[in-house]
């Protein structure tokens, strides 16, 4: 008995070294809620409107021999506040959630976790980096990644936000056209 009160006392120690510096959490049961901010790198408000690719992953109980388990992937967006603050929901039956940051003038942002047990909340802060070469940094890595969730229909993103991505994408191309660069 006293072993498992030890235990369960430093639970939150050891869960806390394996975290970036930029997440923090709350001891609970199992995670449900995600919340930050998304920031500029110098920790001011972001001046430009961002928003997020929130993408959980559901374990199907299909597992081949030699391989690892299927996971069926859906997608939606969020949108922080103004001040950049924002809080997502971790779907229960969801075993992994994958989150992307997205800003005009800025690197993407990538964050991944998988539900463990002692995990009740996470707090992330996202950093966002300017890009100096945003227009390559759009049509190398930004555009295609979110082109996917319009044209892939496995992601189940809801049609309303597939145009939302639609019209940010060809806003971004207008103003490259334009030849005005953040």
Same mark, same amino acid.
């Not at 869960?15 to 809620?33: A, H, Q």
């Given at each position: 008995m006293?072993? %498992?009160?030890?235990?369960? %006392?430093?639970l939150?120690? %050891?869960?806390?070294g394996?975290?970036?510096?930029?997440?923090?959490?709350k001891?609970?049961?199992g995670t449900?809620?995600?919340?930050?901010?998304?920031?500029?790198?110098?920790?001011?408000?972001l001046?430009?409107?961002g928003f997020?690719?929130?993408?959980e992953?559901?374990?199907?109980?299909i597992?081949?021999?030699?391989e690892?388990?299927?996971?069926?992937?859906?997608a939606?967006?969020?949108?922080?506040?103004?001040?950049?603050?924002?809080r997502?929901?971790?779907?229960?039956?969801?075993t992994?959630?994958?989150?992307?940051?997205?800003?005009?003038?800025?690197?993407?942002?990538?964050?991944?976790?998988?539900r463990?047990v002692?995990v009740?909340e996470?707090?992330?802060?996202?950093?966002?980096?300017?890009?100096?070469?945003w227009?390559?940094?759009f049509?190398?890595?930004?555009?295609?990644?979110?082109?996917d969730?319009?044209?892939?229909?496995?992601?189940k993103?809801?049609?309303?936000?597939? %145009?939302?991505?639609?019209?940010?994408?060809?806003?971004?191309?207008?103003?490259?056209?334009?030849g005005?660069?953040?």
């Amino acid at each position: 008995m006293r072993c %498992l009160l030890l235990l369960l %006392l430093f639970l939150p120690a %050891l869960l806390g070294g394996c975290y970036p510096e930029s997440l923090n959490y709350k001891p609970g049961w199992g995670t449900r809620w995600i919340d930050g901010t998304m920031l500029k790198q110098n920790a001011k408000v972001l001046n430009t409107k961002g928003f997020i690719v929130v993408l959980e992953y559901y374990s199907k109980f299909i597992k081949f021999e030699n391989e690892s388990p299927l996971y069926a992937p859906k997608a939606r967006l969020v949108f922080p506040e103004k001040t950049g603050s924002f809080r997502i929901g971790f779907d229960l039956n969801a075993t992994a959630i994958d989150l992307a940051f997205v800003a005009s003038g800025y690197n993407m942002q990538r964050f991944r976790f998988r539900r463990q047990v002692g995990v009740g909340e996470l707090l992330y802060n996202a950093r966002m980096v300017h890009s100096e070469a945003w227009k390559n940094e759009f049509l190398l890595h930004t555009g295609p990644f979110l082109e996917d969730f319009i044209l892939e229909q496995r992601y189940k993103m809801p049609d309303s936000q597939q %145009l939302f991505i639609g019209n940010w994408l060809a806003e971004q191309r207008m103003e490259f056209a334009g030849g005005k660069e953040n």
